[in-house]
């Protein structure tokens, strides 16, 4: 396993796909940024006299609905549904699910285009699914991530999308498979959207690999958390840790993927 | 007064308020991080749609009308009536107010639903009590904070709001009671949205903490201005001031906190 | 000509010209700063209520088609049409063009108002001189500077603006005359919007000596690429690049412009 996720994140370097991102106002940069680092090409496009174009000219398109309103909601739906159309990629990061109805009905209005892969904290995830009435604290997660896994294997059933559960843990489904990643550092929560980047680099590596979304998820994540993990240990608070983190993102070499990697696969 | 400045601080690292920010494009993602570094979650809404139901989930909301258009015009609109009508606290950040009369006719509809904290420099205080015809010059200040107490008092008395001036020295102004603050650093003007980051942090210790909006307003003040003071030592130029102050604002000691802090009383 | 380069650095120092910006959601907070740590005052504006009189406030106007939607290009097309209307400077920054008919249509709606100067990669340049259909890679550009020159002296000979190619060459191009500048390095494509960043400082610059936008382009570029240059340096990748390069903008010596200054004049 360790080989293949490696594998994928040289491969994302050498091709640099294309990554379209309808993305919030507030990471805009850093996803832009961290997309950049890891080897891939960012473009921010949402006007709908174009927004179908680059869904067709881009290896991928990751919708994240955390700063929506009605036109955005539109780019959206016309992004998703292009890319259902023509068999693009494409990734769901259902920023503040629960929170609003406003967000319930995109969030389920997108659904509809079965994304390619799902990526939610415990409570997007379960409001996504609906099996939590639990209230979503904004942005932040109150569940821990294992406890969202039924409500993901309920959606990927539903849907056919990969769910990653991001958290202490992150949980990856997919059928009968699962991926848990053990790394990652608390201090990564004090960083604004690095959910966000989390799910762009997902879009990234799954534009580059579409026919195996599990693995480049997986390969994703454990890029971004391992590169957390290592970055937080020079960085004196989320400051440097943001600073820190690129940088890392953008040397992190093959020992150190290794020898930080905390996977498990569970299978049935 | 400095314990329960200190004490305030504290209380939003425990309570992590949920704080509601409409503001603009251009600090955003400063803004949600200096929230997350202080202890506090930040959410990001504009949509129509849900941005009254923001306001009643967060403990407080904040408006900045930095890059303002119609459409979040009419969003603050409806989230500052929202605030007035079910009294939770809000705050307005008047942007560049002087500069254009689309910007002037926006802060004076905001007004009317009095705001729990106005927070500006002394240009856009002046603009906004219509006691300056001075031209703002963009969204800096050419005037001293001081110049503007005139202006902070006569806001405080038509609209009951608690108005801090910020500056080189901060001027907070309640009813005959006034704080000065001298903390902070002229680099911090050279890095831009800090006002901005004032505000948003305003809005969570007054979230936090509604019963006493003049000490929520000093606490914030003081917390900013004494991590950016501590921030700027360890600073290169404004870039590294950006990353470093994140750092402080997260682990600012209560040591540096009562050697730093350089306020004085003013009453009647 | 290093000297009238260096003059003008200190002179947007000294001025502190304000900056209208209508640009992208992605870069506004890096501009911001940049402009800031230039010793220029930014603001962004894009109201059509007030996007005309900021035009008129500032000295000059930057207009950045990357996050383009409807709303945004009649924002710039009022502002283009303003600034030339009323002979402010103004800079084209065409992020994109050439990847969908909506940013040519947009493009080629803006040219007709003659921008000052126009900044953008080898891609974007030969897109927007139609000189090649060649398809875009999104906002990087898959072209060599050089292989744009003739497309810029088009352009430059249609439109009357001053031509900036930028790359691992800057070249600037007006009338007969060229100005190629090797500085930079190759580490700053993987920060993002250091493209843009270059069109707003153009801004500043050319705001502060309108009579001369050909050094004013140089002088703009030559800051920036010496910045990044020396900033790179201290960087162990693509995020501290990005804040060191702020505290070099900041904090660039007389002594350290002119070491690292390779520029070369070519005429007729």
Known sequence: MKESLWESIQFVKKNSPLVHNITNYVVMNNTANALLAAGASPIMAHAHPEVTDMVAICSATVINIGTLDEYWVESMVQAAAKASQINKPWVLDPVGVGATNFRNATAAQLL????TVIRGNASEIMALANVSLSKTKG???????????????????TTGSVVCVSGAVDVIVNDNSQI????????????????????ALIGAFVGNNPSDPFIAT????????????????QSAGPGSLQVNLLDKLYNLTQEEFYHHLKLEEING
């Open 218 to 233: 997986a390969a994703a994540m454990a890029l971004l958390s391992i590169a957390g993990e290592i970055a937080q240990r």
């Open 180 to 199: 848990h990643l053990k790394n990652g550092h608390p201090l990564m929560q004090q960083v604004t959207g690095l959910g966000c980047t989390a799910s």
């Open 139 to 157: 942005v932040d997660s109150v569940h821990q991530s294992t406890e969202a896994i039924a409500a993901a294997q309920w959606l990927n059933q």
């Open 112 to 115: 509809v285009f079965k994304p």
